[in-house]
């Protein structure tokens, strides 16, 4: 009897010490908005467009805010891609990005894009980087 309780008490702070203790599993490395090459590049979605492999990495991405954000039951507006700084329209325009070319894909809920970009974004942001292309060494 004594040897299943020190075998239970043993299991119970095995347990907790790996709840508690930081792991190296995968899911607890991956940020909730933002997609790193590393990620883009262990995909199966790594040959197709950007807008495939968001789908699949982190679809709250694509899906419109919850909830309607203005007076009179407007819908809300459509989420808005950035790409490198520069503003391209909505989100559409993954599809035309191939998912080898992208460092990073960082989304921005409604609140912080409207804070980082205007009221005009109360759908949200996602913004993409593309892999600097390197220069070839100076002859």
Do not use: C
Not at 17 to 33: F, N
Request: net charge positive.
């Amino acid at each position: 009897m004594r040897t299943m309780q020190w075998a239970l008490s043993a299991l119970l702070l095995t347990g907790a010490w790996l709840a508690v203790s930081p792991g190296e599993a995968v899911a607890q490395k991956r940020q909730r908005d933002v997609i790193t090459r590393d990620e883009i590049l262990a995909s199966a979605q790594r040959e197709l467009d950007i807008f495939v492999v968001v789908r699949s990495l982190r679809p709250h991405f694509l899906a419109p805010p919850r909830g309607v954000r203005s007076i009179g039951g407007a819908p809300p507006a459509a989420t808005v891609l950035y790409v490198n700084g520069n503003k391209m329209g909505d989100l559409s325009g993954l599809k035309l990005i191939s998912a080898r070319d992208v460092e990073e894909v960082r989304y921005l809920d409604p609140s912080k894009a409207e804070d980082q970009f205007g009221i005009e974004h109360s759908g949200g942001a996602v913004m993409v980087t593309l892999v600097r292309a390197t220069k070839p060494p100076a002859p």
